[in-house]
């Protein structure tokens, strides 16, 4: 299991299904307790991963999702269209992948790589052209997809926002 191990305490896991919304896939995020809708700001639609694991059995689900909050100490940062079909990742995604050095995922989409740093960053997040911040958001995880990066394996890093950076060409 690729899971970082610093997650598996919390209660905040859900299920989320890829369906079409308005033309586009969305990946909506499902109970794992109803099989129905999940909310970001409802707890109690969220359970174990434990359960999770076992809800997504139970009700098809195409992943698993963590619900970021403003109690736990988790940041995402999800890298948009970063990696070609061939596994390439561009080099300012990577810069910034060796440069956080922590637990890293391709996405589900495959194009991008999910990020989760120990890290506090005050509001629902940030969105700069490619690159998004997430602290009070869900992020979808794909254990079967873990990227791995030299010397963090399944670990989640601690992070000073002051001391990062985000290439300008990720920015577009």
Same mark, same amino acid.
């Given at each position: 299991?690729?899971?970082?191990?610093?997650?598996?305490?919390?209660?905040?896991?859900?299920?989320?299904?890829?369906?079409?919304?308005?033309?586009?896939?969305?990946?909506?995020?499902?109970?794992?307790?109803?099989?129905?809708?999940?909310?970001?700001?409802?707890?109690?639609?969220?359970?174990?991963?434990?359960?999770?694991?076992?809800?997504?059995?139970?009700?098809?689900?195409?992943?698993?999702?963590?619900?970021?909050?403003?109690?736990?100490?988790?940041?995402?940062?999800? $890298?948009?269209?970063?990696?070609? /079909?061939? @596994? =390439?990742?561009? &080099?300012?995604? !990577?810069? %910034?992948?060796?440069?956080?050095?922590?637990?890293?995922?391709?996405?589900?989409?495959?194009?991008?790589?999910?990020?989760?740093?120990?890290?506090? $960053?005050?509001?629902?997040?940030? /969105?700069? @052209? =490619?690159?998004? &911040?997430?602290? !009070?958001? %869900?992020?979808?995880?794909?254990?079967?997809?873990?990227?791995?990066?030299?010397?963090?394996?399944?670990?989640?890093?601690?992070?000073?926002?002051?001391?990062?950076?985000?290439?300008?060409?990720?920015?577009?």
């Amino acid at each position: 299991m690729a899971i970082p191990y610093e997650l598996l305490d919390y209660k905040q896991w859900i299920l989320w299904r890829r369906t079409e919304v308005n033309g586009r896939i969305a990946k909506l995020p499902i109970s794992p307790w109803s099989g129905k809708l999940a909310s970001c700001d409802r707890p109690q639609t969220w359970s174990t991963y434990r359960h999770v694991c076992y809800a997504r059995r139970k009700f098809r689900s195409d992943g698993v999702g963590f619900v970021f909050t403003s109690s736990d100490p988790f940041c995402g940062i999800d $890298l948009d269209q970063c990696r070609t /079909r061939d @596994g =390439k990742i561009a &080099l300012e995604a !990577q810069a %910034v992948i060796d440069r956080l050095a922590s637990y890293a995922e391709v996405s589900p989409s495959g194009a991008g790589i999910h990020i989760l740093v120990r890290a506090k $960053l005050h509001g629902p997040g940030r /969105r700069t @052209g =490619k690159l998004e &911040l997430m602290t !009070q958001d %869900v992020t979808s995880l794909s254990p079967a997809n873990h990227y791995r990066v030299a010397l963090c394996a399944s670990r989640i890093g601690n992070r000073k926002w002051k001391s990062c950076f985000v290439t300008s060409s990720l920015r577009r």
